[in-house]
């Protein structure tokens, strides 16, 4: 009926211009939006560093620029991931379990003060196959037997744990012995921190599976509408899960790197990374709806929040006023940020 | 059953799976009902436990290593309780084993001084006997609460900052900046750490300037942020690192390992472990590790299991005991890399089997190398 009225309505030739006037300036608002946001957190992001340069001028040296970049890398690699998760609209809680697991994989199969076997490459490809496993074993029990992400992931940053501790066992802290590796995550390459180009190229591969290939054009769908998806016969299901593996075996990756970083072997490896990863992926503006985001907006998340912790120290903060001096900071960083977007910010109940 | 059927039981299955794991994290019973008694109790009623705040740091181990060898000795079954870091954890699951109804001889060491008194109080309703160790609120006595409250115990914070100090202090010939890792802030076990530190450098070693302190919760990762922080802050105007425990200090060196400058900066912490011992004989960086505090988690469990396991078999009565046998500070010894050799004696495989039988011939206090060396009320800060 109403198909028929509408029909007859555009065949007696009625004028829309008014219409596509209206949705060319909602294109151009929505444009200018995406623009504004992370421009408003760039503009954030600049004005701490003018601040924090002013009180310590220590801040603005090459050393403490190499410093905050190493800090960064390991949230960084474990964001790319989170940031895909939350695009398809899930959460991914298991990153520090992730972490543990696969870093204690790694340490107690290479060169370490506990003797053992030292099996090279293969460690690597062992532990990170620790991290694909438990990465799988979260997207087949959240997709197959939709639990929600939130608690499947909750449960595996548990086993994660677990597997690390039993690893672990009652023995010496495994020291790292490969003279190479030892120290190599802060060693300056080409003017930049090792662990950073690390997390550059991963966040170059980021950038290219969400833009240029299926899994990241149709994580985005997901989170705009599965419904939609799925009637397209998209692969809604395989994706998720692939999405899931990636993301544990980034967040490995981050704990291999973490171990490496302190030298030594331990089951809490990743310990405070979820409170960096998961806010750095808000802050960016990535909705936790899923479907709106990107990883370069969460680039700049875990920089403003790296930027903020290393600049509390320097400028001298009293460490008993810390936590609450960088919560208010973050929530006026967020207010500004997010300013062009207040209207519409999904999570604002 | 038709297929749709067949998948909704699967899933309810599922759901009944993912359930009970999550309950099974925090299964909370009623304490038992049985009133606090003091009589004498049959030891083959009797079950040792062991609380301890994580299996992961290598000084829960030792405590669990302790009560293992206390309970192979004493011929008494052990439960080890894994607090997970969590005081909600660690009263749970203390409160289930006591519903179980065996009298429990118990050692705590708590996550938070908050929750001695609950732990106090449902040992108490079931009957047993328990000693707390390193955390309790300073006003909550032992003597106040009845005989059930058997003890409790800890080696002095004061002493083992003091000694880390004077490390540091004569190894940087009294001056010289220096940069502090507490470990959780409201921690009384890392502040007496710090008070004691802070005391020996103002009064002895005025030529010592402490730069900052940056709390590291107890977290070797955390500690190692921190200290590549302070590395950007301070460069090489750093000349010693104090960490309030031997994790953190870990995380620390590798902080100035990797920015070149271990050779030039001397380290001291309490714990003395294992892996420490490595790392002092090695002479690792320049010999970067000059002071240590020497004290063993399996020593601490025995003793705290020991003095309780003596109250519930009425060989000690606890209420006529001097005031320093129920709140009691144990020796720390403080250790310098000339006298590293001496302790080596602690950490072979049989030390914690050694260690008991000798505690079970001297009695609780007066055990080398830890013994009594004072108590009977809260620890006493250095004035400011």
Redesign the interface.
């Known amino acids: 009926m109403v198909h028929n009225a509408l029909s007859k309505q555009s065949a007696v030739g009625i004028d829309t211009t008014a219409i596509r006037i209206r949705e060319s300036v909602i294109e151009r608002r929505a444009r200018f939006r995406g623009l504004a946001e992370p421009l408003s957190l760039l503009m954030a992001l600049a004005v701490l560093i003018v601040v924090f340069s002013l009180l310590n001028e220590r801040f603005l040296t090459t050393s403490n620029f190499q410093n905050v970049l190493t800090q960064s890398a390991i949230p960084l690699i474990v964001a790319v991931g989170a940031t895909l998760v939350i695009l398809l609209g899930s959460i991914d809680l298991s990153v520090e379990g992730v972490m543990g697991a696969t870093g204690m994989t790694w340490i107690l199969l290479s060169a370490n003060s506990r003797g053992g076997v030292d099996l090279g490459p293969w460690a690597w490809v062992i532990a990170l196959g620790v991290a694909l496993v438990l990465g799988v074993a979260s997207g087949l029990i959240f997709t197959a037997l939709k639990v929600p992400s939130f608690i499947v992931t909750l449960g595996m940053w548990y086993v994660g744990l677990g597997i690390a501790t039993m690893l672990y066992g009652t023995d010496l802290l495994p020291r790292l012995e490969d003279e190479g590796l030892k120290g190599w995550t802060s060693r300056i390459s080409f003017g930049l921190p090792n662990s950073f180009w690390v997390a550059l190229l991963v966040i170059g591969l980021g950038i290219l599976v969400l833009r240029s290939t299926r899994i990241g054009r149709v994580t985005l769908a997901i989170g705009n509408s599965e419904t939609i998806v799925r009637s397209a016969g998209l692969p809604a299901f395989r994706v998720k899960v692939a999405v899931f593996a990636i993301a544990a075996l980034l967040s490995g990756l981050g704990g291999i790197l973490a171990t490496v970083q302190l030298d030594i072997g331990s089951p809490t490896v990743g310990s405070g990374v979820l409170f960096i990863v998961i806010p750095a992926v808000v802050i960016g503006g990535t909705h936790l709806g899923g479907g709106k985001g990107g990883i370069l907006r969460t680039v700049l998340g875990v920089f403003l929040l790296t930027i903020l912790n290393n600049g509390l120290i320097l400028s001298g903060v009293e460490s008993s006023y810390q936590s609450a001096v960088t919560g208010a900071i973050l929530v006026a960083a967020i207010v500004f940020a997010a300013w062009s977007q207040r209207d519409r910010l999904r999570v604002a109940k | 059953m038709s297929l749709k059927n067949k998948r909704s039981v699967?899933?309810l299955a599922?759901?009944a799976a993912?359930a009970t794991?999550?309950l099974a994290?925090c299964t909370s019973t009623a304490g038992g009902v049985a009133a606090g008694s003091t009589g004498p109790i049959a030891k083959e009623d009797l079950v040792l436990v062991a609380s301890v705040i994580n299996?992961?740091n290598?000084y829960f181990?030792a405590n669990?290593?302790g009560a293992k060898a206390l309970s192979k000795k004493l011929d008494i079954p052990l439960e080890i309780i894994d607090s997970q870091g969590s005081s909600q954890t660690e009263i749970s699951k203390i409160q289930a084993i006591l519903a179980q109804g065996k009298k429990v001889v118990m050692f705590v060491n708590t996550v938070a001084s908050s929750d001695t008194p609950t732990i106090v109080d449902a040992v108490k309703r079931a009957g047993g006997y328990v000693s707390i160790w390193w955390n309790k609120p300073d006003n909550f006595e032992p003597w106040d609460s009845g005989d059930n409250f058997v003890a409790f115990q800890k080696h002095p914070g004061v002493d083992s900052g003091r000694c880390n100090a004077k490390a540091i202090g004569d190894a940087l010939g009294g001056k010289g900046n220096v940069i502090m890792f507490p470990g959780v802030?409201d921690s009384t076990t890392s502040q007496t750490r710090v008070a004691g530190f802070e005391a020996e450098m103002r009064e002895n070693y005025p030529g010592i300037k402490i730069l900052?302190?940056?709390?590291s919760n107890w977290?070797?990762?955390?500690a190692?942020?921190?200290a590549?922080?302070?590395?950007?802050?301070y460069?090489d105007e750093i000349n010693g690192v104090w960490s309030a425990d031997d994790g953190m200090q870990?995380?620390a060196i590798?902080a100035f390992?990797?920015?070149g400058l271990l050779d030039k900066v001397k380290f001291a912490s309490d714990g003395l472990?294992?892996?420490t011992v490595?790392l002092m004989k090695k002479g690792y960086g320049n010999n970067a590790i000059v002071g240590e505090t020497f004290h063993r988690g399996y020593m601490a469990s025995a003793i705290g299991l020991y003095t309780a396991y003596l109250a519930a078999t009425g060989e000690i009565v606890p209420s006529e005991l001097p005031k320093e046998k129920r709140t009691s500070f144990f020796d720390i010894k403080c250790v310098t890399p000339d006298t590293l050799d001496e302790y080596l004696k602690y950490d072979t495989p049989t030390a914690a089997a050694d260690f008991v039988d000798k505690l079970v011939e001297t009695g609780p206090w007066d055990t080398e190398p830890a013994t009594l060396i004072g108590g009977g009320g809260p620890e006493v800060l250095p004035k400011p």
Not at chain 2, 212 to 215: C, D, G, L, S, Y
Not at chain 2, 219 to 222: A, G, I, N, R, S
């Open positions: 699967f899933r599922a759901f993912v794991l999550a994290g299996t992961t290598p181990i669990i290593e802030q900052e302190n940056q709390p977290d070797p990762q955390l190692n942020q921190n590549k922080d302070l590395i950007a802050k460069g870990l995380g590798q390992d990797d920015a472990y294992p892996d490595e």
